[in-house]
T-cell receptor, first 114, second 109 residues
């Protein structure tokens, strides 16, 4: 079955360490997105990519970095520069050119920095 | 992207229809209305989307006003498993979508 996979589901890191969250999709979707969600809040866009080797900053890109070397993969690195990294991180993908349903989301990674 | 306004929360009785309103008065001609829902600690789930016409699928119906400035998501027979946060979003097909706070729906027995 096609889908989007985020790993790991839970991640614990010490303060000051960089950490990379994985996102893989086998839907042949063009675009991929990373969102952050804090408790009781909506989703905020971190980065997005509409084509391989290209990506754009979202609303809260500071302290994060991404790469898009393959269409299927869009890993997110939470760097030590991110002031408050503990959050729920969601990856999504979508088709660009077709007028279809919007996003398919992964099940999320809950990052806790101690 | 156009912004949306939704009530913060609403309750619904099990078995009854749940009508979730959304205002999107600044929607552009090429922007769709999308609805997603998020059950606690899971990724959001696509429900339905539409451009101008009303839409229906196995999960819900979407009613869009003629001027496209507002819409209503209808869950015809709410169940306890429909308790979730429901997000109304507008955006062009394939473009990044901006999620607001959503409506927290509680279905009560």
């Amino acid at each position: 079955d096609g889908g989007i996979t985020q790993s790991p589901k839970y991640l614990f890191r010490k303060e000051g360490q960089n950490v990379t969250l994985s996102c893989e999709q086998n839907l042949n979707h063009d675009a991929m997105y990373w969102y952050r969600q804090d408790p009781g809040q909506g989703l905020r866009l971190i980065y997005y990519s509409q084509i391989v080797n290209d990506f754009q900053k979202g609303d809260i890109a500071e302290g994060y970095s991404v790469s898009r070397e393959k269409k299927e993969s869009f890993p997110l690195t939470v760097t030590s520069a991110q002031k408050n990294p503990t959050a729920f991180y969601l990856c999504a993908s979508s088709v660009i050119r077709e007028k279809r349903n919007g996003y398919t989301f992964g099940s999320g990674t809950r990052l806790t920095v101690v | 992207d156009a912004k949306t306004t939704q009530p913060t929360s609403m309750d619904c009785a099990e078995g009854r229809a749940a009508n979730l309103p959304c205002n999107h008065s600044t929607i552009s001609g090429n922007e769709y209305v999308y609805w997603y829902r998020q059950i606690h600690s899971q990724g959001p789930q696509y429900i339905i989307h539409g451009l101008k016409n009303n839409e229906t699928n196995e999960m819900a119906s979407l009613i869009i006003t003629e001027d496209r400035k507002s819409s209503t998501l209808i869950l015809p027979h709410a169940t306890l498993r429909d308790t979730a946060v429901y997000y109304c979003i507008v955006g062009a097909a394939g473009n990044k979508l901006t999620f607001g706070g959503g409506t927290r729906v509680l279905v009560k027995p």
